[in-house]
């Protein structure tokens, strides 16, 4: 909406409230570490469930391994959902945070 600036004698561009996008808060993916899924399987998960590369799939499993869990992702909770259900799908321990 363009509003007019009396002091400034020019238009200028202002938010009202119907202009300003509805955001979630970000919520976080963890996953937990446990006794029966192998490195190279969660490596596999990360990348073809997450869309990360080799490298950012084995830097996070390895924090897993050595602290127990780890945020894999951030984004809103609508869409941390579906990838939080393929990893419990394919055995992996993941809850959502926010």
């Not at 409230?17 to 190279?40: G, K, M, R, S």
Request: with cysteine; net charge negative.
């Amino acid at each position: 909406m363009k509003v007019f600036s009396g002091y400034q004698e020019e238009w200028e561009e202002v938010l009202v409230d119907e202009d300003i996008p509805d955001v979630e808060d970000p919520a976080f993916l963890v996953v937990y570490n446990d006794d029966h899924n192998t490195f190279d399987w969660v490596i596999q998960c990360f990348m073809d469930v997450l869309g990360h590369t080799h490298e950012q799939a084995e830097q996070l499993s390895i924090l897993i391994h050595f602290k127990g869990k780890a945020t894999v992702k951030t984004a809103s909770k609508k869409e941390l959902k579906p990838k939080k259900d393929a990893l419990i799908e394919r055995g992996l321990s993941a809850v959502i945070e926010e």
